[in-house]
């Protein structure tokens, strides 16, 4: 086990240096991802001189950084980032455009209507991330068009993302929130429409009234041809490879392989646009470059994020931390507070839903049964909480993916944003935590006839 010179104390320093360290940034526009790297560097090297053993520091970090999870999510910015390239080359975002003002999808509509699209893709395929790849790059550039408000249209995208990924049967956290809790998982997504609907109807609201704002002058795109819209082929492929439950990484490079054809047998794209060498300057260029350079930046810094993740997760701190409020809890309401308050200090502390979910979910279920909660009740308030905070705060993937999504945008018009303002227009995370809070305060859903503890399987 790892220790810290200061105890409790001391193993939290590092991670208060980052969080001090990125909100600033965030409050002051942090360009992107890369700005947060000396920040985690920082935050590491005040973790190593504050560790008592620090070969074993060195060997935490290696172990949260060699996390499949970890794998699997570089792979995903980095194929992602080269498919998202191909498609902006072949002119299909301004092309998109031009569909989307065609058929008079502006403003508020245009934004309602991404919220919807992504909200549909998220809960089919159970993948926020997956989502946020796919139609972050597509629909965020191509709302220019429609004069939204860029501000309200990237966190639609990001909101209908956050709202499938509550309400997918096959979530991640949908699986191990109702497993940890002797839950069937088709009750409690049923049990759970009774929070999701009316905060997402109200996010929606919201979404279309912000996005019908001020959003300046509709952006000019270049091109008015409807020939791109044959790669309209690559998206449905991708995401009919998601439905059907296929491997994200095999679905990202199935994309790369059928828009990297079609652009070259429609003449949208040359080889020498795919790749070139650089004469007498030993270097290279073209989109697939620009696809990879373009992840370099969340790549780097989920790396190192997780890295320093891997060092709480050495310690006893989210274990003691869970001991310590077992006892604490004198009623109903007041252990579904500690339930929620326990798995949020989770997820902040482990920036990982899942990990969130599984830690914490034993005292859920020993809190929540003393005091006869039901297990729906239970795994649907640890889903609903840990799909909340790591979708608005500016330090977590999802905002950061969003963000780097609009970076994208630039030449085509549409301004960058920073992870801090893309979760801030969060509206479907916002409604959620307000929710989950009335829900606790009020006993909103807490009585379920036929769905008590002792009726479900475990």
């Not at 956290?173 to 109807?201: F, H, M």
């Not at 990484?249 to 790369?256: D, M, R, S």
């Not at 992840?295 to 810094?301: L, M």
Request: a neutral charge.
């Amino acid at each position: 086990m790892l220790t810290f010179r200061g105890g409790i104390l001391g193993a939290l320093t590092p991670f208060a240096v980052f969080l001090a360290g990125v909100t600033a940034l965030a409050l002051a526009g942090a360009p992107d991802e890369k700005g947060f790297w000396p920040v985690l560097l920082l935050a590491l090297i005040v973790g190593l001189l504050l560790a008592h053993d620090r070969a074993r520091y060195a060997e935490a970090m290696l172990d949260g950084m060699s996390q499949r999870i970890v794998m699997i999510m570089v792979c995903a910015w980095l194929f992602a980032g080269v498919l998202g390239s191909l498609l902006a080359a072949s002119g299909f975002v301004s092309a998109l455009a031009w569909a989307a003002q065609s058929l008079g999808l502006t403003g508020g509509a245009y934004v309602g209507a991404a919220f919807v699209a992504c909200a549909l893709v998220s809960t089919a395929t159970g993948t926020s991330f997956g989502t946020i790849l796919v139609a972050g790059p597509l629909l965020y550039p191509a709302g220019g068009a429609s004069g939204a408000a860029p501000a309200a249209l990237m966190g639609a995208i990001l909101a209908g993302a956050t709202w499938g990924d509550s309400m997918s049967p096959v979530s991640d956290t949908t699986i191990a929130s109702s497993g940890t809790q002797g839950a069937d998982i088709g009750g409690t997504v049923r049990a759970r429409l009774r929070y999701a609907l009316p905060a997402g109807l109200v996010a929606l609201l919201v979404s279309v009234l912000v996005g019908a704002g001020d959003g300046g002058a509709p952006v000019t795109f270049i091109g008015r041809s409807a020939l791109p819209l044959v790669m309209l082929v690559v998206p449905v492929v991708v995401l009919a490879m998601l439905f059907a439950k296929r491997h994200l990484i095999e679905a990202l490079l199935v994309g790369i392989l059928a828009a990297t054809v079609l652009a070259l047998a429609f003449g949208l794209v040359s080889t020498q646009d795919l790749m070139r060498v650089e004469d007498g300057s030993f270097s290279a260029s073209g989109a697939i470059l620009d696809g990879f350079n373009r992840a370099i930046g969340v790549s780097v810094f989920t790396l190192l994020l997780m890295a320093l993740v891997g060092t709480i997760q050495a310690t006893d701190l989210l274990p003691r931390l869970i001991r310590s409020v077992e006892r604490r809890a004198t009623g109903a309401r007041a252990a579904e507070a500690w339930i929620v308050g326990t798995v949020s200090a989770a997820v902040l502390l482990t920036t990982h839903s899942v990990v969130a979910v599984l830690m914490t979910g034993p005292f859920a279920k020993a809190t929540g049964e003393q005091h006869g909660i039901s297990a729906y009740r239970r795994a649907n308030l640890l889903d609903l909480t840990v799909c909340t905070w790591p979708f608005l705060l500016p330090w977590f993937l999802p905002t950061i993916l969003a963000s780097g999504a609009t970076r994208d945008a630039v030449p085509l018009g549409m301004p960058a944003l920073s992870p801090f303002t893309v979760g801030l227009y969060n509206t479907y995370a916002w409604a959620l935590v307000l929710t989950v809070a009335l829900a606790v305060i009020t006993g909103y859903g807490r009585e379920q006839r036929g769905l008590a503890a002792e009726d479900v399987a475990t």
